[in-house]
Structure formats: structure tokens, C-alpha cells
């Protein structure tokens, strides 16, 4: 196992913008415009009409080399990446969780899996994992909300290549994708069951939404619709839920600290919380240690 | 394990002088301000070391006033300790009377004696749901409030009953209740984060730096939600029970704390993550 993900470190990322780049260190004086242009280019969002070049790309280039050999290009890349090995794991342990949270640190761009592209790539491919575990729920956390509404189209497309790589082109299970903050979504298949729903969270999910619903409670209870009697442990969680979501029962962050980085306080209380010292990636063997892990430890509240 | 050199003349001050300069030590580099505790693991220690259930509660008591005095003497100006959780009370009814005596007696003895108050100038602070409480535990836990109100040195924040739901609703609870109180700043009362900190229990306290969970559980189990969720706050958990658990353990993560602070500029180590920027 562990020389596979040796190899799959030394396998040189893709890079296109390091043309740009090169030109940058070469000649200084010129090329500070043609640098800002490109920033802007990929900019994350600041442009709503215009799609990032990064996303354009990626997009194009899965059409142009079709499925069968992205897939072989892909296994190599993922020894993981098929739901029969995914299952087989996980068919040995005694419970799975029932939702997952994930935190996700956006990279820089010029990073491996950096960016909003490396995000949303590292998105799809954590789904496919719960799809083949057989996990219906997903959050990802990502403390500064970069993928925003007009993102899902084209995290939508990416996990449709990835789900095509690993469940095949004609068995894409069908997911839901949600951003908590807005409540803009987007089903892959409308008619279809949902087998797995992804929510992304950022840091307005958490605090920020207790003290909207503590003004919205104090708005009410100023027009005397709302009584402080009323607000019970309960109201407050049913509230919370609708808004950001349930509880993980098992929270991982793919780094090697753990940061809770203003995940939301409600939805913290019980989960089981995993990181690896030495690990910086979002990687399968965390994925399926985190859940081994999971199914050995026991919960008793309070008692 | 080397209880034969306790015998030895002379070994409560010795230790006592070891504490005293290792606290000396850490002081020198960044120490947490607020410390928070979640002692958890007394009643697997009373199985696996076959004891009573309610040896292993007072076990692990020594071995917070041992913690504590660690703390004060490394100059943290502020612990919380998460004595007692509202879901305790669905534990069986004796056991529930043992810890209601147990925390009744240690703290008649720390109002009368007050040795750890007194020899450091310790605040006693009750935070949680005191009501739940029965009656002659509330008395003396307001007792023992009362008597070390004066001291300044440092706070220790007893969270009894407490969870953090609780507080947050009892927080929104308080400021949706703020409006009936006056009505002349009605319309300059605007609520944000820092109002939240404001209506929290530990509102007096600095902000949570470093939180420690004994057991190998990696869970928060309600404590201080809020306030460990910041950026900033570490959240270390143990493999050990929590009467397993010693003034030594504590001292390195204290020096780690310091460390990664001095070191990396964060509490919990080497963190590569783009800030953001308040969004409201």
C-alpha cells in the first residue's frame, strides 16, 4: 500500500499555467501586467459570467480524451478507485457513520490539487468513496467558501467524470449537491432517488448563522411572536439543522493539525474527530482508517 | 509504580520545588491563558484497576487538584473544568449522589480550608445550568463562589451541570430577554459574534487557548463549542485515564503549546490554510 502512494507523489502534476510562470521569472519588467491578467483570469469567482480558465480546461480536455482512457490514466493515479475494493474494506467493519463531515484546506493555485479545480476534484473523489461505502450524507467544510452557486455546474460535471471512472458510464449513481449558505442546488438526475447528498459549508454556516438566528429570534420576540419561553435546546437544534445541516456522526480534516477553523459549534457536539499527523492530502487510506476507526470506538452520552 | 519513593523523607517538597521551577520553566515561553479540561476516563480507570466506582471518582479529583497546581504555578490565569454534563444525570441514581457528595465535600473543604484558593489566589466560578442542581449543592457551590470572589490571581471556571447547547440557547435566550429590560438603546442593540462572547458563561474569561480531553476520545461531548471551534484554541486529546493522568503529561503539552506557538506562530502546530475575511 504505502509505495503505491509513494509513486503516486512522484507523479508530476499537471500544470498549465507554467508557461506563464516561466515567463514571469525570466523577463521582470513586462511581464507584471501579464501576471495580474492570468491571477485575474483564474481568479477565483470574481467574474461571475465568465467560467475560471482552470474549469474550461479540465472540462474540455475530459470530452477530447474520452472515458476509457481517462479511466486507465485515472486507476493508475487511483489504486483506490474502484467501489469493489471500497466495499470489500468496508464490508469489515461493524458500522459505518451514517453522515460524514469532511474539512477540506483550499491550497494555493499553483500547488498539486490546489485551487478551485484541485477542491472540487478532491470533492468528487470523496464522494465516490461514500457512494461505494454506501455513506448517503457528505458535508465538506471549507473554511473560506470559495465554491459558491455558480461553481456547481462544474462541480457537478467533475464528479460525473470521476463517478464515471469508477462506477462506469452507464451506472453514475445519482447525487445532490447543496450549498448550506444559500440553499442553491443542483440533482444529477431529477427523477431518480438520491444516493448520496453533498453539502458545502464554510465559516458563515457556523457562528455567523447563530447570531442571524439570534436576530431573527430577537426580531420576532420584539413583535411579541416569540416568547423566551419558547426557545428550548430543541427549537434552537431544529433551526440550526434546517439551516447548516445535521451533526456529522464522524468528522475527518485532511491535514496534519487538527483546525477546527470556525467549523459551525452546533454541529460539533458528538462527532468523532479524525486527522493524521503526517498527512497532507485527501487521501483513501485516511478515508478508510477515519471509518475503522469509527467502528471501533463506542459512544455513550453521559453515562 | 515507584510509590516506595514517596515514603522517603522530605518527597512532598521536593516535588512541591519541582513544580514550582518546571512551572518556572514554561513560563518563560508562551503559556495558554485559559486551559480548558475534559476529565474523562474515572470510571474505566475504577474497572481496570479494580476499584470502586467511587474510588476512581475521587481519584480523580486528587488528580485535577494536582493539574491545577501545575497550571497556576506555569501562570495560566484561567482553567475550566467539565466536573459534571447535564446528559450525567441519566446515570444511575447513586452514582449520581456519590458525585453530588463528592462535589459537596470538596468544595465545603476548599470554602473552609482553601488551600488550593487561598495558596493561589483561585476565583471559583460556577458555569452551567446550576438550577438542575439539588439544593444543598447549589448552597455550597455558591458558598465556595462567594468566599474566593476577592481573589485575582487566577479563575477556575467549575462547569456544573453544564453543556455547551445549553449555554448557547441560554445565551440567545438572555439576549432576546435584553429587549424587555430597556428601552432606550432598542435600536442601537446590534448582535454579532462579539455579542455571543458576551452572553456566554465564560464571558469573564480570556479566550479559550488550549483544550485538553484525557481517554483517547476524540470528541468534544459538548464542551465549550464555541469557544474551541476558534481558530486559535488547540485541542489536544490523551490516551490516558484521567486519574492516569499526570502533572508531567500536562507539563508537555504545555511545552508543545509553547512551542508550536513560538515556533510555527499557531497553537496547533504548522497550519497552511488562506485566511479569510469576516463575512459579516
Redesign the interface.
Known amino acids: 500500500m504505502s509505495t503505491k502512494i509513494k509513486e503516486k507523489d512522484h507523479i508530476p502534476s499537471p500544470a498549465p499555467e507554467s508557461s506563464v510562470v516561466s515567463g514571469f521569472e525570466t523577463n521582470n519588467s513586462s511581464d507584471l501586467q501579464h501576471r495580474q491578467v492570468h491571477d485575474d483570469d483564474v481568479g477565483l469567482g470574481k467574474t461571475p459570467k465568465a467560467p475560471p480558465n482552470a474549469v474550461r480546461k479540465a472540462s474540455t480536455v475530459n470530452v477530447v480524451s474520452g472515458v476509457n482512457k481517462s479511466a486507465s490514466r485515472y486507476r493508475k493515479l487511483h489504486p483506490n478507485s474502484s467501489p469493489q475494493v471500497i466495499r470489500e474494506d468496508v464490508n469489515k467493519l461493524t458500522k459505518i457513520p451514517k453522515r460524514l463531515g469532511t474539512i477540506i ?4 493555485d499553483n500547488e498539486e490539487n490546489g485551487g478551485v479545480e484541485g477542491l472540487m476534484s478532491q470533492i468528487a473523489d470523496t464522494s465516490s468513496w461514500c457512494l461505494s461505502a454506501g455513506i448517503p450524507y457528505l458535508s465538506i467544510y471549507e ?3 470559495v465554491l459558491t452557486g455558480e461553481y456547481l455546474p462544474f462541480l457537478q460535471k467533475e464528479m460525473i467524470h470521476t463517478l464515471a471512472n469508477y462506477f462506469g458510464t452507464d451506472a453514475i449513481p445519482n447525487f445532490l449537491l447543496k450549498i448550506a449558505h444559500t440553499n442553491e442546488s443542483l440533482v444529477y438526475c431529477e427523477d431518480a432517488p438520491v444516493d448520496l447528498q453533498v453539502v458545502l459549508l464554510s ?2 454556516d ?3 448563522t ?6 431573527t ?2 426580531e420576532l ?2 413583535s411579541n411572536e ?1 416568547k ?1 419561553s419558547d ?3 430543541s427549537l ?2 431544529e433551526e440550526l439543522v434546517e439551516l447548516v445541516g445535521p451533526e456529522p456522526d464522524l468528522l475527518i480534516q485532511f ?12 454541529q ?7 486527522w493524521e499527523p503526517e498527512n ?1 492530502d485527501v487521501s483513501y487510506l485516511v478515508f478508510i482508517r477515519a471509518l475503522q ?1 469509527f467502528s471501533r ?1 463506542k459512544m455513550n ?3 | 509504580m515507584l510509590e516506595w519513593i514517596s515514603r522517603f523523607p522530605g518527597y512532598d517538597h521536593v516535588l512541591g520545588s519541582i513544580k514550582t521551577i518546571v512551572g518556572n520553566i514554561i513560563l518563560t515561553g508562551p503559556v495558554p491563558r485559559h486551559v480548558g479540561l475534559i476529565m474523562d476516563g474515572n470510571r474505566r480507570y475504577a474497572k481496570k484497576e479494580h476499584i470502586e466506582l467511587r474510588e476512581g471518582h475521587s481519584l480523580g479529583f486528587e488528580s485535577m487538584a494536582k493539574i491545577l497546581e501545575l497550571l497556576y504555578e506555569s501562570g495560566v490565569e484561567c482553567a475550566s473544568v467539565y466536573a459534571f ?7 444511575l441514581s447513586y452514582e449520581v449522589e456519590w458525585l453530588m457528595q463528592l462535589a459537596k465535600d470538596k468544595f465545603t473543604q476548599i470554602s473552609n480550608q482553601g488551600e488550593l484558593a487561598e495558596e493561589y489566589g483561585i476565583k471559583i466560578k460556577i458555569l452551567g445550568n446550576v438550577k438542575l442542581l439539588p439544593k444543598d449543592v447549589q448552597d455550597v457551590l455558591h458558598q465556595s463562589e462567594e468566599m474566593t470572589k476577592h481573589n485575582t490571581r487566577a479563575v477556575l471556571n467549575v462547569c456544573i451541570p453544564y453543556t ?3 449555554e ?2 441560554h ?3 438572555q ?5 424587555n429590560e430597556d428601552d432606550e438603546d ?1 435600536d442601537d ?1 446590534f ?3 462579539s ?2 462572547s458576551n452572553y456566554l458563561y465564560t464571558n469573564e474569561s480570556p479566550p479559550l487557548d488550549l483544550l485538553v480531553r484525557t481517554s483517547g ?6 464542551f465549550l ?2 469557544q ?4 486559535h ?3 489536544v486529546f490523551v490516551d490516558k485515564m484521567w486519574p492516569a493522568f499526570t502533572p508531567f503529561d500536562m507539563c508537555k503539552i504545555l511545552i508543545n503549546w509553547g512551542f508550536n506557538n513560538y515556533w510555527y506562530g ?1 497553537s ?7 485566511q ?1 475575511k469576516d ?2
Open positions: 484546506n483550499l491550497q494555493d473554511c473560506t467558501g465559516r458563515v457556523g457562528k455567523p447563530i447570531v442571524e438566528l439570534t436576530r429570534m430577537y420576540a420584539k416569540l423566551v426557545i428550548t435546546i434552537v437544534d491535514a496534519p493539525n487538527l483546525d477546527l477553523q470556525d467549523y459551525p459549534p452546533w460539533i457536539r458528538l462527532s468523532e474527530i479524525y497532507i476507526k470506538c452520552v453521559g453515562k | 454534563l447535564i446528559e450525567n444525570f441519566k446515570r455547551s447547547r445549553d448557547i440557547t445565551l440567545i435566550q439576549i432576546v430577554a435584553h429587549e432598542e442593540f448582535i454579532d459574534e455579542t455571543i476520545t476524540f470528541r468534544l461531548s459538548d463549542l464555541w474551541c471551534v476558534d481558530p484554541c488547540a485541542i499557531h496547533s502546530g504548522f497550519v497552511r490554510r488562506k479569510v463575512t459579516v
